[in-house]
Protein backbone atom coordinates (compact mmCIF):
# COMPACT_ATOMS: atom_id res chain seq x y z
CA UNK A 1 0.00 0.00 0.00
CA UNK A 2 1.22 3.69 -0.61
CA UNK A 3 2.39 5.68 1.53
CA UNK A 4 0.18 8.39 2.39
CA UNK A 5 1.20 12.18 1.56
CA UNK A 6 2.80 14.30 4.37
CA UNK A 7 0.33 16.57 6.42
CA UNK A 8 2.41 19.48 4.98
CA UNK A 9 2.69 18.50 1.66
CA UNK A 10 2.62 21.38 -0.77
CA UNK A 11 -0.93 21.11 -2.98
CA UNK A 12 -1.71 23.06 -6.24
CA UNK A 13 -4.76 23.90 -6.82
CA UNK A 14 -6.79 24.62 -10.34
CA UNK A 15 -10.47 25.84 -11.04
CA UNK A 16 -12.77 23.91 -12.87
CA UNK A 17 -16.06 25.23 -14.44
CA UNK A 18 -19.19 23.12 -13.48
CA UNK A 19 -21.75 23.00 -16.76
CA UNK A 20 -24.41 21.22 -18.34
CA UNK A 21 -23.69 19.47 -21.60
CA UNK A 22 -27.36 19.03 -23.69
CA UNK A 23 -27.71 16.61 -26.52
CA UNK A 24 -30.51 18.01 -29.19
CA UNK A 25 -30.97 18.08 -33.10
CA UNK A 26 -31.38 21.01 -35.58
CA UNK A 27 -33.66 20.84 -38.47
CA UNK A 28 -35.04 22.81 -40.52
CA UNK A 29 -38.32 20.80 -40.28
CA UNK A 30 -41.22 22.61 -39.33
CA UNK A 31 -43.27 21.19 -35.93
CA UNK A 32 -40.93 17.99 -36.51
CA UNK A 33 -38.37 16.93 -33.99
CA UNK A 34 -35.24 15.63 -35.14
CA UNK A 35 -33.76 12.02 -33.93
CA UNK A 36 -31.41 12.93 -31.04
CA UNK A 37 -28.00 11.46 -30.46
CA UNK A 38 -27.12 10.53 -27.25
CA UNK A 39 -23.39 12.17 -25.75
CA UNK A 40 -21.65 8.86 -25.74
CA UNK A 41 -22.88 8.27 -29.54
CA UNK A 42 -21.75 11.80 -30.81
CA UNK A 43 -18.62 11.57 -29.05
CA UNK A 44 -17.89 8.38 -30.52
CA UNK A 45 -18.44 9.77 -33.35
CA UNK A 46 -15.98 12.90 -32.60
CA UNK A 47 -13.59 10.24 -31.59
CA UNK A 48 -13.61 8.45 -35.04
CA UNK A 49 -12.87 11.59 -37.08
CA UNK A 50 -9.66 12.39 -34.42
CA UNK A 51 -8.05 9.11 -35.55
CA UNK A 52 -8.16 10.43 -38.65
CA UNK A 53 -6.38 13.97 -37.54
CA UNK A 54 -9.95 15.56 -38.93
CA UNK A 55 -10.98 16.38 -35.26
CA UNK A 56 -9.56 19.99 -35.46
CA UNK A 57 -11.18 23.79 -36.07
CA UNK A 58 -9.63 27.19 -37.52
CA UNK A 59 -11.58 30.31 -35.63
CA UNK A 60 -13.11 32.43 -38.69
CA UNK A 61 -11.90 30.29 -41.45
CA UNK A 62 -14.25 31.54 -44.32
CA UNK A 63 -15.11 27.81 -45.29
CA UNK A 64 -17.14 28.77 -48.40
CA UNK A 65 -13.50 29.27 -50.49
CA UNK A 66 -12.43 25.83 -49.99
CA UNK A 67 -14.89 24.85 -52.60
CA UNK A 68 -14.88 26.59 -56.20
CA UNK A 69 -17.98 27.52 -58.05
CA UNK A 70 -18.95 24.69 -60.11
CA UNK A 71 -17.45 22.62 -58.71
CA UNK A 72 -18.30 18.67 -57.76
CA UNK A 73 -18.24 17.99 -53.93
CA UNK A 74 -14.66 16.95 -53.03
CA UNK A 75 -14.25 13.74 -50.83
CA UNK A 76 -14.38 13.73 -47.11
CA UNK A 77 -10.30 13.27 -47.67
CA UNK A 78 -9.68 15.93 -50.44
CA UNK A 79 -12.02 18.34 -48.02
CA UNK A 80 -10.06 17.96 -44.91
CA UNK A 81 -7.04 18.38 -46.63
CA UNK A 82 -8.05 21.56 -47.63
CA UNK A 83 -9.52 22.83 -44.36
CA UNK A 84 -5.97 22.31 -43.11
CA UNK A 85 -3.95 23.74 -45.86
CA UNK A 86 -6.28 26.81 -45.70
CA UNK A 87 -6.17 27.37 -42.20
CA UNK A 88 -2.02 27.03 -41.44
CA UNK A 89 -2.15 30.69 -39.55
CA UNK A 90 -5.36 30.54 -37.53
CA UNK A 91 -6.02 30.35 -33.65
CA UNK A 92 -7.06 26.34 -33.99
CA UNK A 93 -8.96 24.58 -31.51
CA UNK A 94 -8.64 20.86 -32.08
CA UNK A 95 -9.21 17.55 -30.07
CA UNK A 96 -6.04 15.82 -28.63
CA UNK A 97 -6.85 12.72 -27.05
CA UNK A 98 -10.17 10.98 -25.78
CA UNK A 99 -10.73 8.11 -23.58
CA UNK A 100 -14.09 6.26 -22.29
CA UNK A 101 -14.15 4.86 -18.68
CA UNK A 102 -16.89 2.57 -17.21
CA UNK A 103 -17.19 2.83 -13.73
CA UNK A 104 -20.46 1.71 -11.77
CA UNK A 105 -24.10 3.17 -13.74
CA UNK A 106 -21.72 5.99 -16.06
CA UNK A 107 -19.27 6.10 -18.55
CA UNK A 108 -16.96 9.26 -18.22
CA UNK A 109 -15.58 10.61 -21.42
CA UNK A 110 -12.69 12.58 -21.05
CA UNK A 111 -11.54 14.81 -23.58
CA UNK A 112 -8.01 16.90 -24.01
CA UNK A 113 -8.78 20.13 -26.05
CA UNK A 114 -5.74 21.65 -27.63
CA UNK A 115 -5.61 25.07 -28.27
CA UNK A 116 -2.88 26.39 -31.06
CA UNK A 117 -1.66 30.31 -31.14
CA UNK A 118 -0.25 30.83 -34.58
CA UNK A 119 1.17 34.06 -33.01
CA UNK A 120 3.22 32.38 -29.94
CA UNK A 121 6.37 31.25 -30.99
CA UNK A 122 8.61 32.69 -27.99
CA UNK A 123 8.50 32.67 -24.34
CA UNK A 124 10.76 34.24 -21.69
CA UNK A 125 12.60 32.76 -18.69
CA UNK A 126 14.49 34.82 -15.90
CA UNK A 127 17.16 34.13 -13.43
CA UNK A 128 15.61 34.00 -10.03
CA UNK A 129 18.52 35.05 -8.51
CA UNK A 130 20.23 37.54 -11.28
CA UNK A 131 16.72 38.38 -12.53
CA UNK A 132 18.78 38.04 -16.26
CA UNK A 133 16.13 37.25 -18.43
CA UNK A 134 16.18 35.48 -21.98
CA UNK A 135 13.71 34.40 -24.86
CA UNK A 136 13.28 31.08 -25.81
CA UNK A 137 11.75 30.52 -29.68
CA UNK A 138 10.05 27.66 -30.92
CA UNK A 139 11.33 25.73 -34.40
CA UNK A 140 10.34 27.25 -37.62
CA UNK A 141 7.21 25.44 -37.79
CA UNK A 142 6.01 25.05 -34.24
CA UNK A 143 3.69 27.62 -32.26
CA UNK A 144 2.58 27.90 -28.67
CA UNK A 145 -0.40 25.87 -27.08
CA UNK A 146 -2.42 25.04 -24.25
CA UNK A 147 -4.52 21.95 -23.54
CA UNK A 148 -7.33 21.58 -20.98
CA UNK A 149 -9.47 18.13 -20.02
CA UNK A 150 -12.95 17.86 -20.17
CA UNK A 151 -14.68 15.29 -18.27
CA UNK A 152 -18.48 14.22 -19.52
CA UNK A 153 -20.87 11.99 -17.02
CA UNK A 154 -22.98 9.71 -19.28
CA UNK A 155 -25.20 7.32 -18.25
CA UNK A 156 -24.51 3.39 -19.65
CA UNK A 157 -26.80 2.20 -21.98
CA UNK A 158 -30.08 1.06 -20.20
CA UNK A 159 -29.42 3.80 -17.37
CA UNK A 160 -32.40 6.60 -18.42
CA UNK A 161 -30.15 9.48 -20.24
CA UNK A 162 -32.23 12.72 -20.61
CA UNK A 163 -29.93 14.45 -22.94
CA UNK A 164 -28.16 16.72 -20.22
CA UNK A 165 -24.75 15.53 -18.62
CA UNK A 166 -22.75 16.70 -16.07
CA UNK A 167 -19.98 18.15 -17.31
CA UNK A 168 -16.24 19.58 -15.38
CA UNK A 169 -13.68 21.75 -17.65
CA UNK A 170 -10.70 23.00 -16.58
CA UNK A 171 -9.87 26.37 -16.88
CA UNK A 172 -6.75 26.96 -18.96
CA UNK A 173 -6.20 29.90 -21.01
CA UNK A 174 -6.82 31.05 -23.65
CA UNK A 175 -9.07 27.92 -24.33
CA UNK A 176 -13.01 28.90 -23.67
CA UNK A 177 -16.19 26.85 -23.27
CA UNK A 178 -17.44 29.16 -26.84
CA UNK A 179 -14.91 27.32 -28.69
CA UNK A 180 -14.93 23.49 -27.14
CA UNK A 181 -18.48 23.59 -28.37
CA UNK A 182 -17.54 25.33 -31.15
CA UNK A 183 -14.96 22.31 -31.58
CA UNK A 184 -17.72 19.21 -30.99
CA UNK A 185 -20.61 20.86 -33.08
CA UNK A 186 -18.53 21.63 -36.40
CA UNK A 187 -17.08 18.32 -36.05
CA UNK A 188 -20.87 16.35 -35.80
CA UNK A 189 -21.92 18.80 -38.32
CA UNK A 190 -19.09 17.45 -40.79
CA UNK A 191 -20.41 14.21 -39.87
CA UNK A 192 -23.92 14.77 -40.75
CA UNK A 193 -23.33 16.42 -43.89
CA UNK A 194 -20.95 13.52 -45.33
CA UNK A 195 -23.02 10.65 -43.79
CA UNK A 196 -26.32 12.59 -44.99
CA UNK A 197 -28.07 11.94 -42.15
CA UNK A 198 -31.83 12.77 -42.24
CA UNK A 199 -35.39 11.60 -41.04
CA UNK A 200 -38.47 10.80 -42.77
CA UNK A 201 -42.22 12.63 -41.70
CA UNK A 202 -45.89 12.08 -43.00
CA UNK A 203 -47.34 15.27 -44.25
CA UNK A 204 -50.83 15.44 -45.49
CA UNK A 205 -51.79 18.12 -47.97
CA UNK A 206 -55.68 17.85 -48.60
CA UNK A 207 -56.76 14.27 -48.41
CA UNK A 208 -53.42 12.60 -50.21
CA UNK A 209 -50.62 12.15 -47.34
CA UNK A 210 -46.70 13.04 -48.70
CA UNK A 211 -43.86 11.82 -47.06
CA UNK A 212 -40.84 14.59 -46.62
CA UNK A 213 -37.33 13.73 -46.16
CA UNK A 214 -35.06 16.43 -43.57
CA UNK A 215 -31.77 16.57 -42.79
CA UNK A 216 -30.51 16.99 -39.50
CA UNK A 217 -27.76 18.01 -37.23
CA UNK A 218 -26.71 16.50 -34.18
CA UNK A 219 -25.20 18.93 -31.64
CA UNK A 220 -23.70 19.34 -28.44
CA UNK A 221 -23.74 22.24 -25.84
CA UNK A 222 -21.98 23.71 -23.38
CA UNK A 223 -24.51 25.61 -20.59
CA UNK A 224 -23.46 27.22 -17.57
CA UNK A 225 -26.63 26.81 -14.65
CA UNK A 226 -26.90 30.20 -13.65
CA UNK A 227 -29.98 28.95 -11.86
CA UNK A 228 -27.69 27.06 -9.30
CA UNK A 229 -25.22 29.62 -7.74
CA UNK A 230 -21.95 29.46 -6.01
CA UNK A 231 -21.13 32.49 -6.44
CA UNK A 232 -23.07 35.75 -5.57
CA UNK A 233 -22.06 37.26 -9.08
CA UNK A 234 -24.72 36.12 -10.89
CA UNK A 235 -27.38 37.67 -9.19
CA UNK A 236 -25.63 40.72 -10.22
CA UNK A 237 -27.76 40.26 -13.83
CA UNK A 238 -30.96 40.05 -14.84
CA UNK A 239 -32.29 38.79 -18.65
CA UNK A 240 -33.68 41.19 -20.95
CA UNK A 241 -34.30 39.62 -23.95
CA UNK A 242 -33.89 36.87 -26.01
CA UNK A 243 -32.96 36.40 -30.28
CA UNK A 244 -33.60 33.36 -32.53
CA UNK A 245 -31.51 33.52 -35.97
CA UNK A 246 -31.75 31.58 -38.63
CA UNK A 247 -29.75 31.69 -41.58
CA UNK A 248 -30.86 32.01 -45.32
CA UNK A 249 -34.20 30.34 -44.19
CA UNK A 250 -36.57 29.64 -47.67
CA UNK A 251 -40.02 31.01 -48.20
CA UNK A 252 -42.72 30.47 -50.56
CA UNK A 253 -44.99 33.65 -51.33
CA UNK A 254 -48.31 32.65 -53.08
CA UNK A 255 -49.17 34.87 -55.73
CA UNK A 256 -52.73 35.48 -56.58
CA UNK A 257 -53.42 32.03 -57.14
CA UNK A 258 -51.80 28.98 -55.55
CA UNK A 259 -49.99 27.41 -58.46
CA UNK A 260 -47.96 31.16 -58.78
CA UNK A 261 -45.27 30.81 -56.41
CA UNK A 262 -41.97 32.01 -55.98
CA UNK A 263 -39.58 31.20 -53.42
CA UNK A 264 -36.51 33.61 -51.85
CA UNK A 265 -33.97 33.12 -48.69
CA UNK A 266 -33.88 35.26 -45.99
CA UNK A 267 -32.45 35.79 -42.59
CA UNK A 268 -35.04 35.25 -39.93
CA UNK A 269 -34.70 37.04 -36.35
CA UNK A 270 -36.99 36.84 -33.67
CA UNK A 271 -36.31 39.05 -30.63
CA UNK A 272 -38.49 38.12 -27.48
CA UNK A 273 -38.23 40.56 -24.78
CA UNK A 274 -37.89 39.01 -20.98
CA UNK A 275 -40.81 40.59 -20.31
CA UNK A 276 -43.19 38.41 -22.00
CA UNK A 277 -42.46 35.22 -19.24
CA UNK A 278 -43.00 34.90 -15.81
CA UNK A 279 -42.06 36.67 -13.37
CA UNK A 280 -40.88 34.37 -10.51
CA UNK A 281 -37.52 34.03 -11.32
CA UNK A 282 -37.58 29.92 -11.57
CA UNK A 283 -40.69 30.18 -13.46
CA UNK A 284 -39.32 32.50 -15.93
CA UNK A 285 -35.93 30.00 -16.27
CA UNK A 286 -37.65 27.26 -16.57
CA UNK A 287 -39.62 29.27 -19.81
CA UNK A 288 -36.34 30.38 -21.30
CA UNK A 289 -34.92 26.77 -21.08
CA UNK A 290 -38.55 25.35 -23.31
CA UNK A 291 -38.39 28.42 -25.71
CA UNK A 292 -34.30 28.20 -26.77
CA UNK A 293 -34.80 24.82 -26.42
CA UNK A 294 -37.88 24.89 -29.18
CA UNK A 295 -36.06 27.00 -31.27
CA UNK A 296 -32.32 25.79 -31.22
CA UNK A 297 -33.68 22.09 -32.41
CA UNK A 298 -35.40 24.16 -35.19
CA UNK A 299 -31.99 25.58 -36.36
CA UNK A 300 -31.98 28.95 -34.54
CA UNK A 301 -29.09 30.12 -32.97
CA UNK A 302 -30.16 31.26 -29.84
CA UNK A 303 -28.42 34.08 -27.74
CA UNK A 304 -29.32 35.39 -24.23
CA UNK A 305 -29.01 39.14 -22.92
CA UNK A 306 -28.71 40.01 -19.47
CA UNK A 307 -28.47 43.72 -17.99
CA UNK A 308 -26.35 43.80 -15.22
CA UNK A 309 -26.41 45.86 -11.93
CA UNK A 310 -24.17 48.68 -13.37
CA UNK A 311 -26.82 49.18 -16.35
CA UNK A 312 -24.43 47.43 -19.05
CA UNK A 313 -26.21 45.24 -21.57
CA UNK A 314 -24.27 42.03 -22.41
CA UNK A 315 -23.91 39.09 -24.74
CA UNK A 316 -23.10 38.42 -28.46
CA UNK A 317 -19.38 37.48 -29.31
CA UNK A 318 -16.54 38.31 -27.33
CA UNK A 319 -13.11 38.65 -27.49
CA UNK A 320 -11.08 35.82 -26.15
CA UNK A 321 -9.49 37.62 -23.12
CA UNK A 322 -13.08 38.78 -22.03
CA UNK A 323 -14.59 35.32 -23.19
CA UNK A 324 -12.84 33.67 -20.46
CA UNK A 325 -12.93 36.27 -18.36
CA UNK A 326 -16.86 35.99 -18.54
CA UNK A 327 -16.72 31.74 -18.41
CA UNK A 328 -15.10 32.85 -15.03
CA UNK A 329 -17.34 35.16 -13.76
CA UNK A 330 -20.74 33.25 -15.22
CA UNK A 331 -20.52 29.89 -14.68
CA UNK A 332 -20.48 27.69 -11.30
CA UNK A 333 -16.76 26.86 -9.98
CA UNK A 334 -15.32 24.51 -7.68
CA UNK A 335 -11.88 24.04 -6.76
CA UNK A 336 -9.42 20.19 -7.41
CA UNK A 337 -5.87 19.96 -5.77
CA UNK A 338 -3.26 18.16 -7.01
CA UNK A 339 0.11 17.14 -5.83
CA UNK A 340 2.26 18.36 -8.93
CA UNK A 341 1.66 22.34 -10.60
CA UNK A 342 -0.44 21.29 -13.24
CA UNK A 343 1.06 22.58 -16.56
CA UNK A 344 -0.31 24.69 -19.00
CA UNK A 345 0.45 22.11 -21.93
CA UNK A 346 0.35 18.28 -21.65
CA UNK A 347 0.55 15.40 -24.41
CA UNK A 348 -1.09 13.07 -23.05
CA UNK A 349 -4.53 13.08 -20.45
CA UNK A 350 -3.26 13.28 -17.44
CA UNK A 351 -4.72 10.61 -14.69
CA UNK A 352 -4.60 12.92 -11.28
CA UNK A 353 -6.70 15.43 -13.26
CA UNK A 354 -9.14 13.05 -14.28
CA UNK A 355 -9.50 11.69 -11.07
CA UNK A 356 -9.75 15.15 -9.49
CA UNK A 357 -12.75 16.26 -11.71
CA UNK A 358 -14.78 12.61 -11.45
CA UNK A 359 -14.79 13.36 -7.80
CA UNK A 360 -16.60 16.65 -8.68
CA UNK A 361 -19.35 15.32 -11.29
CA UNK A 362 -20.39 12.53 -8.33
CA UNK A 363 -20.34 14.81 -5.49
CA UNK A 364 -24.23 15.34 -5.85
CA UNK A 365 -24.43 18.28 -3.21
CA UNK A 366 -22.53 20.68 -6.02
CA UNK A 367 -25.16 19.96 -9.20
CA UNK A 368 -28.34 21.03 -7.17
CA UNK A 369 -30.31 23.98 -7.63
CA UNK A 370 -30.42 26.85 -5.73
CA UNK A 371 -33.26 29.43 -4.99
CA UNK A 372 -32.27 33.07 -7.62
CA UNK A 373 -34.25 35.08 -5.19
Aim: net charge neutral; aromatic share 6%.
Amino acid sequence: MADAPEPDAPQHDRIVLLNTMTSFSTTKARDHSAPTLGALESLKIIESRRKKNWAFEFIGLPEKSLKKEGEEDPTEEEYEARRLKAGIGRDCIRLRAMRFEEVGEFIYATLLVESIDPHSRTFAVVDQETFVGREISAESKERGSAAAHVLIRIPKEGVQDTGKYRCAIETVHPITRNEIELLLSRQLRRYARAAGLSFTVHVHKGKKPEQKTYAYTPRLELNADVGRKLSVDADEKVLTHIIMTKRSEKQIIGKGVAVEQEEFAADVEYRISASEGPSEPEDRRKWTERLSDWYRKHDYEVRLYYRHANGRVEGGSLHKAIAGATDLLMCPKAQILLAKPPKKWVATINSEIVTALKGLLDRDELWERKSTN
